[in-house]
């Protein structure tokens, strides 16, 4: 098979006909061999984000832990500005699950409307009200393995919860953490739980709270997906990326 796919490519580029690449370069790829940082390093990078920002907060709205678990359910592949729009409509009417499950699929899918997949996210947010109703007490639960039993909540958002709503130090792996962790080598993995697990090894305990925080904004406003800004970087001098548009 291999000399026939070698054969097929060279007669393709006799004609004209540049083939294809055989195997994708992933983000990761350069991430996973580069020099991993030193204890010193991973402590100097975070000392440098809290004097940046010593208390960071998430960016979705929120009133109380309830409304934080529906908006980040709502964030899943959603900006959390557009969010933001829909949720104070939403939120006055329906700020704790007994009146989010009194409010009904229907009525809070046309409050949602403007969000992503928000048919079935919808569903997701009055299904979990009656849930958390009916099993806790109408209370969220501050325990990984009950917030993930409810519709719509995988992992990563049950760490956002911990961490914001009850002072858990968690690390949700969001795309912009995923970036970063493997961009600049700090957490390479392949894939969001892998990230998670060095970040946690990784992150000095007495950072760990605000962690989670600081890599979301950094990868959100700094170390962009398209063109990061590394002239403006807090640790352009400590990041392993190769392709990092300032001297090392």
């Not at 299904?127 to 917030?147: D, I, K, N």
């Not at 925080?213 to 959100?220: A, D, E, M, T, V």
């Amino acid at each position: 098979m291999a000399k026939n796919s070698v054969r097929k490519s060279a007669v393709k580029t006799r004609k004209g006909k540049v083939p294809k690449p055989l195997i994708a370069k992933p983000l990761i790829a350069k991430s996973l061999i580069v020099k991993p940082w030193s204890n010193a390093q991973i402590e100097e990078a975070f000392r440098r984000f809290q004097a940046a920002n010593p208390e960071p907060k998430g960016e979705l709205q929120h009133i109380n832990p309830f409304t934080l678990l529906v908006a980040v359910v709502l964030s899943a592949q959603a900006t959390d500005a557009g969010v933001n729009k829909a949720t104070p409509a939403l939120f006055a009417l329906a700020d704790t699950p007994q009146k989010m499950a009194a409010l009904g699929e229907e009525r809070v899918r046309e409050l949602i409307k403007t969000i992503g997949l928000f048919r079935t996210k919808a569903k997701n947010v009055v299904e979990l009200s009656r849930r958390l109703v009916a099993e806790h007490g109408g209370q969220v639960p501050r325990v990984r393995e009950a917030l993930e039993a409810l519709p719509g909540v995988g992992r990563k958002t049950a760490n956002v919860v911990l961490n914001i709503a009850f002072g858990e130090p968690t690390i949700a792996v969001d795309t912009h953490i995923f970036r970063v962790g493997n961009r600049t080598g700090l957490a390479p993995g392949k894939d969001p739980f892998e990230v998670e697990q060095k970040l946690e090894q990784a992150v000095p305990a007495h950072y760990k709270l605000h962690a989670h925080h600081w890599l979301i904004l950094h990868g959100r406003y700094t170390c962009v997906a398209r063109k990061p800004l590394c002239e403006k970087c807090l640790i352009a001098d400590l990041c392993r990326w190769p392709e990092k548009t300032v001297a090392a």
